[in-house]
């Protein structure tokens, strides 16, 4: 779905009780992901391993993807590495949606808008939710997201500023192919410039 493909990557898969000596859920950057299988009541609540691994682990290998694209990002981008995380592993059929969306992890509904939350994953997942909700986070979207047309310099993390909302829409415009993507940015309620064009010469791209 990517068309990336990443150096060969290592998991590690771990019980709770191992994961608080090492980190549980986490990609080093290095072709290795380590990953929190649980215990066994939560392995026996969420219908076996495979369902409690599998979404951990789609999130880490796509951190791991993220890096083949890095580059082409300054500033903060955590919050949109997170997000893309989630985006993926949820549009290739691994990661539930509840764990996706619309309620972040801070409890807050992302049908509201992006610009309340603070936490790095709730950010970028709301950004990707609206994708999601307007019924573009397509296979084309998501390769789209993984081949930027442009270098972005801003801060995934600041939505509330329209340097955010501006290198957003152009991104996600020209992962979508074209299509209009103002009243996604309008439903996530971060400040942009009124259209694609506005937005890319604002940025001077």
Not at 46 to 65: D, K, S, W
Not at 112 to 125: K, P, Q, R
Not at 165 to 181: C, H, K, P, Q, R
Request: net charge negative.
């Amino acid at each position: 779905m990517s068309g990336l493909t990443s150096e060969h990557v290592t998991a590690f898969f771990m019980p709770t009780e191992l994961a608080v000596q090492v980190e549980g859920n986490f990609s080093y950057g290095d072709g290795t992901v380590t990953i929190n299988y649980g215990n066994l009541p939560y392995i026996a609540a969420m219908g076996g391993i495979v369902n409690t691994a599998m979404p951990r682990f789609a999130h880490e290998y796509t951190h791991e993807l993220f890096n083949e694209i890095e580059p082409a990002f300054s500033g903060n981008f955590s919050c949109l590495n997170e997000g893309v995380a989630d985006a993926l592993a949820y549009a290739a059929g691994f990661l539930p949606e509840e764990d996706f969306g619309p309620v972040g992890l801070k409890g807050i509904d992302f049908d509201s808008g992006c610009t309340a939350l603070d936490e790095i994953h709730d950010v970028g997942n709301c950004y990707f939710w609206h994708v999601k909700k307007a019924g573009l986070l397509t296979q084309k979207f998501m390769h789209g997201v993984f081949h930027p047309q442009h270098a972005f310099k801003f801060d995934s993390c600041a939505q509330t500023t329209i340097e955010t909302g501006n290198n957003i829409l152009v991104y996600f415009t020209e992962a979508s192919g074209g299509i209009d993507m103002v009243p996604v940015l309008d439903s996530m309620k971060l400040p942009h410039a009124a259209s694609y064009d506005a937005a890319k010469q604002a940025l001077g791209l």
